[in-house]
C-alpha cells in the first residue's frame, strides 16, 4: 500500500514580519548624527569666532562686519534672512545633537541595569564624566548670549545700530560677572570640544598609543585655541585693551 500526499489540500504558510529599525536610530545612525551636526556647530564656532576678532581692526570695521552679516544673499534674499536660515539650522543641530547624545547615554545604561557588586575603577576624563552639566551651562549660556547681543534684551546699550558699543558695553568692568560667566561657559566648552574631538579622532583610526596620545594633544591645541580666542574679546574689554 502506497500512501501519496494530496496536493490539492490547502497549505498553511506562515510570514513572519519582523520591525525592521530605522537606520537613523540604530547606534550607528545616532552616532552619524553626532557627528554630522557636531562638525556643523564647530564650523559655525569657528567663523563665529574669527568675525568676533575684528573687534580689534577697530569700531568701523566691526560695525561695518555686523551690518553685512544682516545683508548676506541681498538681493536674491530679504535682508536678515540668510541669519534666520543660519540660526534655524543651528537650532536643529544642537537639538539632534542633544537628542542623539541622549538616546545614546540611555541604551548604554539599559544594556548594563545592574550594577558591578565591586566597580572596576575606569578611568575616565572630565569633561566624558560631565558632559550633562556642561551641556546646561552652554545651553544657558547661549541663551543669554542670544538676548545680551542678539536681540539687545539684556545688554546696557542694546543698540542693533551699534554692535560695536554693544560689545564693550556688553563686557564692561563693572559687569565682571558676565565675563566671569562667559569664561565658565566657555571652559565648559573646551572640555565638550576635546572630548568630541578626541573620540573623532578615534574613530578616524587613531587607536594605537601613539595615535592616541597625538590624538590627545590635537584635540587640546584645538580646545584651547578655540576658547582663548573667544575669551580674547571680554579681557580686551574688561581691561581697556577695546573700549
Known amino acids: ?126 569633561a566624558a564624566r560631565t558632559m550633562r552639566w556642561g551641556g546646561v551651562i552652554i545651553l544657558l549660556f547661549v541663551i543669554y548670549h542670544i538676548l545680551d547681543l542678539t536681540t539687545g534684551h539684556l545688554n546696557p546699550q542694546g543698540d542693533p545700530a551699534n554692535p560695536y558699543g554693544n560689545v564693550v558695553a556688553g563686557f564692561a568692568p563693572e559687569r565682571w560677572y558676565v565675563t566671569l560667566f562667559y569664561t565658565l561657559a566657555l571652559v565648559t566648552l573646551g572640555f565638550h570640544l576635546r572630548h568630541g574631538a578626541f573620540s573623532a579622532f578615534r574613530s578616524l583610526g587613531q587607536q594605537t598609543p601613539r595615535g592616541e596620545r597625538r590624538a590627545k594633544i590635537a584635540a587640546l591645541v584645538f580646545a584651547v585655541a578655540l576658547v582663548g580666542g573667544y575669551l580674547l574679546v571680554p579681557f580686551a574689554v574688561i581691561t581697556g585693551l577695546v573700549s
Open 1 to 126: 500500500m502506497h500512501w501519496t500526499p494530496d496536493r490539492s489540500a490547502p497549505s498553511v504558510v506562515r510570514v513572519v514580519i519582523t520591525k525592521t529599525r530605522s537606520p537613523i536610530r540604530s547606534n550607528v545612525g545616532l552616532k552619524a548624527v553626532m557627528a554630522v551636526t557636531g562638525i556643523i556647530l564647530v564650523l559655525f564656532l569657528i567663523a563665529h569666532m574669527l568675525g568676533n576678532l575684528k573687534i580689534f581692526t577697530g569700531e568701523t570695521s566691526f560695525d561695518h562686519y555686523a551690518h553685512w552679516l544682516r545683508d548676506i544673499g541681498t538681493p536674491l534674499l530679504p535682508t536678515t534672512w540668510f541669519l534666520w536660515i543660519q540660526r534655524t539650522v543651528l537650532t536643529v543641530a544642537v537639538l539632534g545633537h542633544i537628542g542623539a547624545a541622549t538616546l545614546l547615554a540611555m541604551r548604554s545604561r539599559a544594556a548594563r541595569p545592574v550594577r558591578y557588586a565591586h566597580r572596576r575603577k575606569i578611568h575616565v576624563n572630565y
